[in-house]
């Protein structure tokens, strides 16, 4: 029987969790083993270097790094793996914006894959793991090919009438 494929779940506060849920939410549907931290790259620097070790020693394929404002977690774990960095901006106090280009803006050499701000961008980059996982694993791959129907499924062929706003 094959080990099940790793992903890990960081974000840089508690404050993040009410849109990074939606990354584990997702991914428990799926056959994936998984472990979530909160990590905060300005105050607790320390925990990145955990982070680091965890990375090397065990066999993840792909880490979400879920932050907001300076938003530096995402680069700053990228800088210590090879392992691909999914960067995940919060909305903040700019609507997310500086999240956004903190988290895209990475130097040559030391990519971030960039979502979308907020819950779409947590449930993408727990897709985009699971697509990363997919490449060595029939199942999960399965899987994805079973959600993107279930996805298809859900859009009507008219639309439903409801009142629009004047
Ligand atoms: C970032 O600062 C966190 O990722 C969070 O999005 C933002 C605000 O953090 P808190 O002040 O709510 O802990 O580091």
């Not at 880490?63 to 404002?69: C, P, Q, R, S």
């Not at 090879?82 to 895209?104: F, N, R």
């Not at 490449?135 to 062929?157: C, I, K, T």
Request: net charge negative; glycine share 6%; hydrophobic share 50%.
């Amino acid at each position: 029987m094959p080990k099940m494929k790793k992903i890990l779940i960081t974000m840089g506060s508690q404050s993040d969790w009410p849109i990074m849920c939606a990354a584990e939410k997702l991914l428990t549907r799926f056959d994936v083993a998984f472990e979530t931290r909160v990590v905060s790259a300005h105050r607790t620097p320390e925990r990145i270097d955990d982070i680091a070790t965890l990375l090397a020693a065990e066999e993840y394929v792909a880490v979400l790094a879920g932050a907001g404002g300076a938003a530096h977690l995402a680069g700053a774990i990228a800088a210590r793996t090879i392992i691909p960095v999914i960067g995940v901006p919060m909305s903040s106090k700019l609507h997310g914006l500086d999240s956004l280009l903190s988290t895209v803006q990475m130097p040559a050499g030391i990519p971030v894959a960039t979502v979308s701000v907020g819950e779409p961008g947590a449930k993408n980059a727990a897709l985009l793991a699971l697509q990363i996982a997919a490449l060595e694993d029939h199942v999960v791959a399965q899987q994805l090919l079973d959600y993107r129907r279930s996805l298809a499924g859900a859009v009507p062929f008219s639309p439903t009438r409801v009142e629009a706003a004047e």
